[in-house]
């Protein structure tokens, strides 16, 4: 069993900051790619961004120089630092990790959190 927990969501100003963070735990073998995504209401899923295991990074264009996606391999948790916050960032957030879960599992599957809601207004 894997569960991906995120927390960090909240109500920020705009120009604020939040930072959202996703602990991976249960019988983990290995966390490959991870990744941040957000759906508005109204709106599908999009991709924010996403970091390899070795620490590469990609970002949405929307997103880029304003927020950070950081990952800690040891605790197997995921970050998103988000700075100057717009309104049109309002969503809810969700982590997804593509992992193994026995030596003997390839590909990697895929797993998703429940989300965490931002929501950025004065």
């Known amino acids: 069993?894997?569960?991906?927990?995120?927390?960090?969501?909240?109500?920020?100003?705009?120009?604020?900051?939040?930072?959202?963070?996703c602990a991976a735990s249960g019988s983990i073998v290995t966390i490959y790619d991870?990744?941040?995504?957000?759906?508005?209401?109204?709106?599908?899923?999009?991709?924010?961004?996403?970091?390899?295991?070795?620490g590469s990074t990609?970002?949405?264009d929307s997103v880029k120089g304003r927020f950070t996606i950081s990952r800690d391999n040891a605790k197997n948790t995921l970050y998103l630092q988000m700075n100057s916050l717009k309104p049109e960032d309002t969503a809810v957030y969700y982590c997804?990790?593509?992992l193994t879960t026995s030596r003997s599992i390839w590909p990697p599957n895929d797993y998703w959190g429940q989300g965490t809601q931002v929501t950025v207004s004065s």
């Open 34 to 54: 991870m990744g941040w995504y957000r759906q508005a209401p109204g709106k599908q899923r999009e991709l924010v961004a996403t970091i390899t295991r070795g």
């Open 96 to 98: 997804n990790a593509a």
């Open 1 to 21: 069993q894997v569960q991906l927990v995120e927390s960090g969501g909240g109500l920020a100003q705009p120009g604020g900051s939040l930072r959202l963070s």
């Open 58 to 60: 990609s970002y949405a």
